[in-house]
Every structure is written in structure tokens, then in C-alpha cells.
């Protein structure tokens, strides 16, 4: 008795249905070996010089010893007097601190703002300021503009709002006087190219 042959078209879904068992076969085994060798490469929760931030990173060591012993060094380094730094630390602090969780302890919100002005400061990149700092540039790429934002947000009333009188034009070119030697001369020029712009820019519309 012959058998039944099965018809062609039932032979191309069987065919089909095997090369594609085959294929999630050969998907899960490769899942299965690049599992084990990120496991097998990845020997440290977190890197050894990374975890030795607090003892050898900038922020703790340099940052420290400047503060202490040369003012004006920390000022060139930051960008920022000493008086001022802590200000705008102390104000953007509830915006940027994070909560500890059971696996790591969140990074100082001074740490975060350091890395930030060193970053604008000196335009290096994340991958260049994390030697110094001993934290990842992909750490880094995260909490710089947060720390940004949180800086535009706590200062936006008091600091981008335009003066609307002359002595508040006044008052300011006195303030860059007295803290950057801003001479309110060079202020009062910019105020009128800003009315200008303005005035020109109302004419178009």
C-alpha cells in the first residue's frame, strides 16, 4: 500500500514553519552566549578608580585645597568666586539632589554642580572631565543639563527679566560695576542696541 504523498503546498508550510523554529533556535542560543559574556566581561558593579571618587577625585581634593588655600585659583577654575559658587549651589541643591536607593548612594549635588561649570567653563567633553571627576560620561551626559535647567529655573524671575526703567538699567550697570568690573558705559550701549533690536524687529512684524 503506497502512502499518501502530502500535497505541495502543505510541504512549503511544513518547510516554512521548520526554518522558522530553526531561526528562534538559533535567536535564542546567541541571546544566551552574548548574556554570558556581558557577565563574563562585566567583573565590577561599579569600577575600582570610580569608586575611589571621594579620596582622589577633583572635587574632594582640588576643589578642597583651592577653596582653602587660593581663592583666586578656585575662581578661575570655576568660573565663579567662592561666595558666589555657594550660592547658586546652595539655592539649585533641592532641584538636583536625588534620593539613595538600596543599591547605590546618589551623587553629591555639589559634585554634580562642579562638573557642570568645569563643563561650561573650559568646553572639554564629558569623556575628557570624567577622569577628573571619576564619574562615567554617561553619568555625566544625564545630570549636566539638569543641573542647567535647575539653574534657569531658580533664576529666571530675577536674572533674565528686562528692566522696563532706566534706573533699573541703572541699578544693574552699578551691580556689574561693583562684582565684574563691567563698565556701565559698554552696559548702557548694549541697553540701546537691545531697545533697537526691538524697535526693528517690531517695524518688520
Request: with cysteine.
Amino acid at each position: 500500500m503506497k502512502c499518501a504523498r502530502m500535497p505541495r503546498f502543505l510541504q512549503q508550510v511544513a518547510l516554512m514553519e521548520l526554518e522558522e523554529e530553526e531561526d528562534h533556535l538559533f535567536a535564542s542560543y546567541y541571546l544566551k552566549r552574548r548574556a554570558q559574556r556581558f557577565r563574563r566581561n562585566r567583573r565590577y558593579w561599579v569600577k575600582p578608580w570610580i569608586s575611589r571618587r571621594g579620596q582622589l577625585g577633583q572635587y574632594d581634593t582640588l576643589m578642597r585645597e583651592l577653596r582653602q588655600e587660593d581663592p583666586d585659583a578656585f575662581t578661575n577654575y570655576m568660573r565663579l568666586p567662592i561666595d558666589l559658587y555657594d550660592e547658586v549651589l546652595t539655592r539649585i541643591t533641592p532641584r538636583i539632589t536625588k534620593q539613595d536607593t538600596w543599591w547605590r548612594k546618589a551623587l553629591d549635588p555639589g559634585l554634580k554642580f562642579a562638573c557642570t561649570m568645569r563643563h561650561l567653563a573650559s568646553g572639554d567633553s564629558y569623556s575628557s572631565i570624567k577622569w577628573d571627576f571619576r564619574v562615567p560620561s554617561n553619568t555625566m551626559s544625564m545630570f549636566v543639563p539638569e543641573v542647567c535647567q535647575a539653574i534657569i529655573d531658580e533664576y529666571a524671575a530675577e536674572v533674565i527679566a528686562c528692566p522696563t526703567t532706566p534706573a533699573e538699567w541703572k541699578e544693574i550697570a552699578n551691580e556689574f560695576l561693583s562684582r565684574w568690573n563691567f563698565p556701565p558705559l559698554a552696559f548702557l550701549i548694549l541697553s540701546h542696541f537691545l531697545e533697537m533690536t526691538e524697535t526693528c524687529h517690531t517695524f518688520c512684524c
